[in-house]
């Protein structure tokens, strides 16, 4: 079983959004911090936003070349997290993951879980 699935990439213009969920299975899923990366062709990994737990007041975190561009957010109920991309822009390019781990990281070491990714294509 796979404990995290993302989903909601595709193709999508420059100045477009593009909504990605992130679905978990196995797991307490309101015990983990959420964190989305992406991996652009020919680069690393990197973090992009984070959302604590409920018991963190949900806070989020977001690294800076997405701050006001992008959005997290978690339902608990669904056992699903959300990323709100809006702006995108063709160096968004990538195949997002999303992953879960005890405390908010942008390190992928940190990570207890991760899903298989989804690629967004971001066209000029």
């Known amino acids: 079983e796979v404990p995290l699935v993302e989903s909601g990439g595709g193709l999508v213009q420059a100045g477009g959004s593009l909504r990605l969920s992130c679905a978990a299975s196995?797991?307490?899923?309101?015990?983990?911090?959420i964190a989305w990366f992406r991996q652009a062709p020919g680069k690393e990994r990197e973090g992009l936003s984070c959302?604590?737990?409920?018991?963190?007041?949900?806070?989020?975190y977001y690294a800076d070349f997405v701050k006001g561009r992008f959005t997290i957010s978690r339902d608990n109920a669904k056992n699903t997290a959300y990323l709100q991309m809006n702006n995108l822009k063709p160096e968004d390019t990538g195949v997002y993951y999303c992953?879960?781990?005890?405390?908010?990281?942008?390190?992928?070491?940190?990570?207890?879980?991760w899903g298989k990714g989804t690629l967004v294509t971001v066209s000029s």
């Open positions: 992953a879960a781990a005890k405390g908010c990281t942008f390190y992928s070491y940190g990570m207890d879980y």
């Open positions: 196995g797991f307490t899923f309101d015990d983990y911090e």
């Open positions: 959302i604590s737990t409920s018991d963190g007041d949900g806070s989020t």
